[in-house]
């Protein structure tokens, strides 16, 4: 964004797709004033809501709604900024947008310029902004705990507060460095300073092993459906989704790709996928399924190895390297063994409930060390890891000169530095504002 973009004053629909009952209009930047006074007959008073004719620049009136305010710093883009509540027809919101557009140094918003804005003016940093992004997109209710915690600064607190331990350190390195022959400098105060860097290495250690729990809760959590042909997969897929999702007929191998449908189980996103049925000496094509069966059964995070209950020991034997939970199909048919961890019959609906509660407790056990301040974007990941290698570096060589030791000090502070956003983020700006719709 070009310091000219900058001072452009930007508009864009902030709210749902038209018609809808009430649509918001939001302004930003230095003309908000002037837009005020031009459609709304003059300048609420700051955050308070009143309610306004909006017309057109020197022509009708075009709805009435409520108009807002919001001043400057206290703002959330940070400059002056300005909303209009008006009825959610297309025609009206067509209407507001065209006066907005006549008006000299007013644009059309782009993706995310908004939140863009406030990161570059400071009312946010680098990880809210993600955070926001993430909040947006949340479908489930530990998704939009996560990312509510992160947009409202619980990764922002626990690495400033780390950055400020490193730069401390620094400092009185250096001071060691520089002063070493005062009296006033203590060489003692260095044990001090590597002692609280190792525990630093520690949080940082303990942050990044609630890695793979904050991906599960943003990215969702793997179900693999493994069985034989026939075992009745695709129709528990159905079962488990309420609706069809895998075709079912009498056919063995009619399941010849990965089919992938996404369920919300007590707030955390699952990714249940049905798979190629196994078996000995299959098609080509099936023979493809089944490969990309197995290879995606290595990086699931749960497989359900499915068998038919009135044909014991028909269930394929493969090492899926994971944690398995194995199910009895089929349950309603005469002759069903037992012996299985949940005994299910899709066509019934027995154990479908059970089953959905014991994928969801394993799922909610892998999740279980999400805190506010989790990583859950690979950026965020790369840098700390940075962090922490550079520090384990600088703890790793004591009798090095510290000279040596207080570089490897300032790269660690440095990946903290652009994990917020502070330095070396001008290569990632359009990469995270281009996720946000035009309003935000």
Not at 320 to 329: A, I, K, N, S, Y
Request: proline share 4%.
């Amino acid at each position: 964004m070009t310091i000219a973009m900058f001072q452009d004053t930007i508009f864009a629909l902030s709210s749902g797709r038209l018609p809808s009952g009430v649509a918001v209009v939001r302004v930003s930047g230095p003309h908000v004033r002037m837009v005020l006074e031009a459609m709304a007959g003059g300048v609420p008073v700051p955050r308070y809501a009143a309610l306004r004719a909006i017309k057109a620049p020197g022509g009708g009136p075009i709805d009435r709604g409520l108009v807002l305010f919001f001043e400057g710093a206290a703002s959330f883009s940070g400059e002056d900024s300005c909303e209009f509540h008006l009825h959610g027809g297309v025609a009206s919101v067509a209407a507001v947008l065209s006066a907005l557009g006549g008006l000299p140094g007013l644009r059309l918003a782009d993706a995310g310029e908004f939140t863009r804005r406030a990161f570059l003016n400071g009312k946010i940093d680098f990880t809210q902004a993600e955070g926001l992004a993430d909040l947006i997109a949340a479908e489930t209710e530990a998704q939009r705990r996560l990312a509510l915690g992160n947009a409202e600064g619980g990764q922002k607190r626990a690495y400033e507060e780390w950055r400020k331990r490193i730069l401390h350190a620094r400092a009185m390195i250096e001071a060691e460095l520089d002063f070493a022959d005062e009296a006033d400098v203590p060489g003692s105060a260095a044990d001090q300073i590597w002692a609280d860097m190792q525990a630093l290495e520690r949080d940082i250690d303990a942050n990044l092993g609630s890695v793979r729990a904050g991906e599960i809760v943003r990215n969702g959590f793997d179900v693999i459906i493994l069985g034989a042909p026939n075992a009745g997969k695709s129709s528990l897929m159905n079962a488990l989704a309420r609706r069809d999702v895998s075709i079912i007929t009498e056919e063995a191998g009619t399941t010849r790709d990965l089919v992938e449908v996404r369920l919300d189980l007590n707030g955390i996103r699952v990714n249940l996928i049905d798979t190629a049925g196994i078996r000995e000496n299959p098609g080509h094509i099936e023979e493809i399924g089944i490969e990309k069966a197995l290879m995606r059964t290595h990086d699931s995070d749960l497989v359900l190895l499915v068998e038919d209950a009135s044909v014991p020991g028909s269930a394929p034997l493969v090492d899926v390297g994971g944690p398995l939970m194995r199910v009895g199909l089929k349950s309603d048919l005469p002759g069903a063994a037992n012996g299985y961890e949940l005994l299910v019959s899709a066509r019934t609906g027995e154990g479908l409930d059970e089953l959905r509660d014991a994928i969801g407790q394993v799922a909610r056990v892998s999740t279980a060390s999400v805190a506010d301040a989790t990583p859950v974007r690979e950026r965020q990941v790369r840098e700390l890891l940075r962090c922490r290698d550079h520090l384990r570096s600088a703890l790793a060589m004591p009798d090095a000169g510290l000279e040596v030791r207080a570089e490897e000090m300032r790269l660690a502070g440095d990946a903290l530095a652009r994990l917020v956003g502070r330095i070396d983020v001008e290569d990632l700006l359009d990469v995270v504002f281009s996720q946000f719709c035009v309003g935000k």
